[in-house]
Nanobody, 121 residues
Framework: QVQLVESGGGLVQAGDSLRLSCQAS?????VGWFRQAPGKEREFVAT????????YYADSVKGRFTISRDNAKNTAYLQMNSLKPEDTAVYYC?????????????????WGQGTQVTVSS
């Protein structure tokens, strides 16, 4: 069983940056970031494979967000730049026992508790 703990959320202004961290209790393979805004379904944001050599992003964040990982620290990151009010959501990290980038939520085995990101205009 792998436990995931997100951190780094907060309240920022539009145009600011934040870096989210996802600390795992053990080794993970594919890691993904998802978000859920109030009144909306949880949606895919970004994913990275085990080696970090393959990533994939939602169109809404492409060019602004960067997913990365440090396997020595069992930690994944989501660097978020040029934040917009529509990025406001609870951000979740997830881990899968597969080794390639994954978009579908159902393919992830482990989930964190989420961290709130609020972007004011």
């Amino acid at each position: 069983q792998v436990q995931l703990v997100e951190s780094g959320g907060g309240l920022v202004q539009a145009g600011d940056s934040l870096r989210l961290s996802c600390q795992a209790s053990g080794r993970t393979f594919t890691v993904g970031w998802f978000r859920q805004a109030p009144g909306k379904e949880r949606e895919f944001v970004a994913t990275i494979n085990w080696s970090g050599g393959s990533t994939y992003y939602a169109d809404s964040v492409k060019g602004r967000f960067t997913i990365s990982r440090d396997n020595a620290k069992n930690t994944a990151y989501l660097q978020m730049n040029s934040l917009k009010p529509e990025d406001t959501a609870v951000y979740y990290c997830a881990a899968a026992t597969l080794s390639f980038p994954i978009v579908r939520q159902n393919d992830y085995n482990y989930w964190g508790q989420g961290t709130q990101v609020t972007v004011s205009s």
